[in-house]
């Protein structure tokens, strides 16, 4: 193979359809790909180190890219990179920029003037603080009471834009001018990630218990985005990351008590793991015991304690 023959450049004609695209998330943010390296064949290459194009079946490399996948053989993955322009409010940019495998560059409020948007809340959207966790919500408030929260939150936003631009008008300086804007302030971002640590973003952030914010962020880039870039590789992230089920020893050995019928089995499991107290009904302060019911619904089984 000659090392001075000329190499296209790999593009993806849908991703390439919508480059520049803002997708809508919340009421005024968006997500947009600016640019992009490789697709599903660039991390079958990596794979196999190897140029050479067409010794393989389709069938094959895309079997070879969900091994990968299925293996936690990540390294092929990063040979993908995306950039993305993103406009989200600064308390969810907060968790966003937690995920320290990208390279970033913000809009910066101490060179120029803050955006003039920030999210608002719908009455019927204002959501209760979770009893069972701590860092989540529940369910909803009424309406009625969102009526109301939802128009201080309108009387705190413009209070708080007056007296910022009051500060930038006297000639305060943007940096400490800023330092009183709500958190509900929209910033923008470039953020440029590869394909492995972006997957490792959804994963978390598409996830049911990630916050509702984040995760309409995360919705578009996966359903929207990622999707249409590697299709394969969307297709087997979705297969064996976030549609899979994954069964500690003990949970693995509960099962399969449970399945063979052994009473005994299980209810000894259950209570040396602290999902149960020693009667066999739940501990209702185990997360573990929690988390182990959402899996068992999936399997289609029904959590012994809750056959009582």
Known sequence: ??????????????????????????????????????????????ARVSYGGGTRQLREDRALLRYLMRHRHTSPFEMCEIKLHVRVPMD??????????????????????????????????????????RQGSGGKLSEAIGNSLSAREHESQILAR?????????????????????????TEAFWKTDLHNLLHFLSLRMDDHAQLEIRSYAQVIGHKIVSVWCPWTWQAFLDYRMESIALSAPEAQFVAAISGGDRDLFQRIGFEQGWTLQDGTAAEKSRERVE?????????????????
């Open 162 to 186: 007056e007296v910022y631009e009051e500060r930038l008008n006297q000639g305060v300086a943007r940096e400490q001018a800023r330092k009183d804007l709500p958190l509900s302030t929209y």
């Open 92 to 133: 969810t940019w907060r968790q966003w920029i937690r995920h320290r495998t990208a390279s970033v560059n913000e809009y910066s409020t101490r060179y120029s003037v803050a955006i003039n948007r920030a999210q608002t809340t719908a009455p019927s959207e204002w959501r209760e603080q979770s009893v069972g966790n």
């Open 292 to 308: 182990l019911e959402e899996k068992l619904k999936k399997l289609g089984i029904m959590p012994p304690w809750r056959a009582r």
């Open 1 to 46: 193979m000659s090392e001075n023959r000329a190499l296209p450049r790999p593009n993806v004609p849908n991703l390439d359809a919508i480059l520049g695209v803002a997708w809508e998330v919340l009421d005024d943010g968006f997500v947009r790909v600016v640019d992009y390296m490789g697709d599903d064949n660039a991390v079958v290459q990596a």
